[in-house]
Nanobody
C-alpha cells in the first residue's frame, strides 16, 4: 500500500513562505504526477495544485502565482512552495497522486497563517 508522508507546515505571518514536502513509498511519483490538496476547518478537501504525468502543472485560481508544485523522482518526493501566504491558506495540506487519488491519505501537515 502506498504511503504519503507530508511535512514542512508551521505557523507563519501573512506574507511569509513555506515549503511543504511529501515523500511517497513505491514508484507512485514516477508513474503519476503529484497532487496537493488542503482542507480547512469545516470545509471539504480541495485540490490546489497538481502535476500531470508529462510534468505540466495546474493550480486552483485561488493560489495561482503563489503556489509552485514540483517533484524529485529520485527522492520520491513532491514539493509545494507557498509564497505570500494569506490567512485563508490556513488548512491541513495533503499530497496524493494525480489524476485519481489513492485512498491511503497521509496525516497531512498543518499550515496556519496569522494576520
Amino acid at each position: 500500500q502506498v504511503q504519503f508522508v507530508e511535512s514542512g507546515g508551521g505557523l507563519v505571518h501573512a506574507g511569509g513562505s513555506l515549503r511543504l514536502s511529501c515523500v511517497a513509498s513505491g514508484r507512485v511519483f514516477e508513474i503519476y504526477g503529484p497532487a496537493w490538496y488542503r482542507q480547512a476547518p469545516g470545509k471539504q478537501r480541495e485540490l490546489v495544485a497538481h502535476m500531470t504525468s508529462r510534468d505540466t502543472t495546474h493550480y486552483a485560481d485561488s493560489v495561482k502565482g503563489r503556489f509552485t508544485i514540483s517533484k524529485d523522482k529520485v527522492k520520491k518526493t513532491a514539493y509545494l512552495q507557498i509564497d505570500n501566504l494569506q490567512p485563508e491558506d490556513t488548512a491541513v495540506y495533503y499530497c496524493n497522486r494525480y489524476p485519481v487519488p489513492l485512498d491511503s491519505w497521509g496525516q497531512g501537515t498543518q499550515v496556519t497563517v496569522s494576520s
